[in-house]
Protein backbone atom coordinates (compact mmCIF):
# COMPACT_ATOMS: atom_id res chain seq x y z
CA UNK A 1 0.00 0.00 0.00
CA UNK A 2 1.24 3.28 -1.28
CA UNK A 3 0.18 6.77 0.60
CA UNK A 4 0.58 10.36 -1.55
CA UNK A 5 0.60 13.39 0.20
CA UNK A 6 0.61 16.21 -1.67
CA UNK A 7 2.03 19.96 -0.53
CA UNK A 8 2.65 23.46 -1.97
CA UNK A 9 -0.66 24.46 -2.93
CA UNK A 10 -1.88 28.06 -1.82
CA UNK A 11 -3.34 31.55 -3.53
CA UNK A 12 -1.19 33.28 -5.41
CA UNK A 13 -1.90 35.95 -7.87
CA UNK A 14 -2.11 35.48 -12.15
CA UNK A 15 1.19 35.20 -13.61
CA UNK A 16 2.92 33.55 -10.66
CA UNK A 17 4.58 29.97 -9.80
CA UNK A 18 3.88 27.28 -7.50
CA UNK A 19 5.50 24.02 -7.00
CA UNK A 20 3.22 21.23 -6.09
CA UNK A 21 4.74 18.02 -4.01
CA UNK A 22 3.56 14.36 -3.63
CA UNK A 23 5.65 12.16 -0.77
CA UNK A 24 5.08 8.94 -1.59
CA UNK A 25 5.19 6.69 1.77
CA UNK A 26 6.81 3.78 0.02
CA UNK A 27 9.36 3.85 -3.03
CA UNK A 28 8.22 4.96 -6.19
CA UNK A 29 10.90 2.73 -7.75
CA UNK A 30 7.83 0.30 -7.24
CA UNK A 31 5.31 2.32 -9.15
CA UNK A 32 5.25 3.09 -12.36
CA UNK A 33 3.48 5.82 -13.85
CA UNK A 34 2.30 8.96 -11.88
CA UNK A 35 0.38 11.88 -12.21
CA UNK A 36 -1.37 14.76 -11.46
CA UNK A 37 -4.87 15.53 -11.95
CA UNK A 38 -6.95 18.51 -10.96
CA UNK A 39 -10.83 19.31 -9.92
CA UNK A 40 -12.54 22.88 -9.77
CA UNK A 41 -15.68 23.20 -8.54
CA UNK A 42 -18.74 21.83 -10.44
CA UNK A 43 -16.74 20.10 -13.04
CA UNK A 44 -15.08 16.61 -13.56
CA UNK A 45 -11.74 15.76 -12.97
CA UNK A 46 -9.23 15.76 -15.27
CA UNK A 47 -5.60 14.96 -16.01
CA UNK A 48 -2.77 17.93 -15.84
CA UNK A 49 0.28 15.79 -16.26
CA UNK A 50 1.58 12.30 -16.76
CA UNK A 51 5.24 11.14 -16.24
CA UNK A 52 6.12 7.46 -16.69
CA UNK A 53 8.85 5.47 -14.58
CA UNK A 54 11.11 6.20 -17.35
CA UNK A 55 10.55 10.12 -17.11
CA UNK A 56 8.09 10.01 -20.54
CA UNK A 57 5.86 13.28 -19.85
CA UNK A 58 2.18 14.20 -20.74
CA UNK A 59 0.49 17.36 -20.19
CA UNK A 60 -2.95 18.49 -20.67
CA UNK A 61 -3.19 21.90 -23.41
CA UNK A 62 -4.18 23.84 -21.19
CA UNK A 63 -0.91 23.26 -19.22
CA UNK A 64 1.80 23.08 -21.95
CA UNK A 65 4.73 25.29 -22.10
CA UNK A 66 3.41 26.40 -18.22
CA UNK A 67 3.38 23.17 -16.11
CA UNK A 68 6.25 20.74 -15.48
CA UNK A 69 5.93 17.42 -14.13
CA UNK A 70 9.20 15.57 -12.62
CA UNK A 71 10.16 12.62 -10.24
CA UNK A 72 12.73 11.68 -8.11
CA UNK A 73 12.71 8.51 -7.53
CA UNK A 74 15.91 8.50 -4.82
CA UNK A 75 13.44 10.74 -2.70
CA UNK A 76 10.22 8.73 -3.23
CA UNK A 77 8.52 12.34 -4.63
CA UNK A 78 6.48 13.63 -7.48
CA UNK A 79 6.72 17.26 -8.45
CA UNK A 80 4.74 19.65 -10.90
CA UNK A 81 6.26 23.21 -11.46
CA UNK A 82 3.63 25.71 -12.44
CA UNK A 83 4.15 28.65 -14.08
CA UNK A 84 2.26 31.62 -15.74
CA UNK A 85 -0.75 30.31 -13.67
CA UNK A 86 -4.07 31.86 -14.87
CA UNK A 87 -7.51 32.11 -12.43
CA UNK A 88 -8.66 29.10 -14.35
CA UNK A 89 -6.16 26.25 -12.63
CA UNK A 90 -7.95 27.40 -9.57
CA UNK A 91 -8.81 23.98 -8.26
CA UNK A 92 -7.93 20.84 -6.10
CA UNK A 93 -4.65 19.14 -7.51
CA UNK A 94 -4.10 15.74 -6.68
CA UNK A 95 -1.38 13.18 -7.12
CA UNK A 96 -2.12 9.48 -8.18
CA UNK A 97 0.25 6.48 -8.81
CA UNK A 98 -0.29 3.55 -10.94
CA UNK A 99 1.38 0.27 -9.86
CA UNK A 100 0.64 -1.70 -13.42
CA UNK A 101 0.67 0.91 -15.94
CA UNK A 102 3.95 2.38 -17.38
CA UNK A 103 2.17 5.51 -18.97
CA UNK A 104 -1.51 6.60 -17.53
CA UNK A 105 -3.73 9.00 -18.86
CA UNK A 106 -7.26 7.93 -17.46
CA UNK A 107 -7.77 7.73 -13.63
CA UNK A 108 -9.15 4.09 -13.41
CA UNK A 109 -5.85 3.32 -14.40
CA UNK A 110 -4.06 4.96 -10.67
CA UNK A 111 -4.34 3.05 -8.00
CA UNK A 112 -3.27 5.21 -5.10
CA UNK A 113 -4.47 9.12 -4.83
CA UNK A 114 -3.52 11.79 -2.45
CA UNK A 115 -5.78 14.00 -0.62
CA UNK A 116 -5.15 17.05 -2.54
CA UNK A 117 -3.85 20.46 -1.88
CA UNK A 118 -5.81 23.54 -2.88
CA UNK A 119 -4.28 25.88 -5.97
CA UNK A 120 -6.19 29.48 -5.89
CA UNK A 121 -5.37 32.00 -8.68
CA UNK A 122 -6.48 35.20 -8.27
CA UNK A 123 -6.64 37.80 -10.91
Known amino acids: QVQLVESGGGLVQAGGSLRLSCAASASIFSINAMGWYRQAPGKERELVAAISSGGRTYYADSVKGRFTISRDNAKNTLYLQMRSLKPEDTAMYYC?????????????????WGQGTQVTVSS
Open 96 to 112: AASSDYDVALASNEYDY
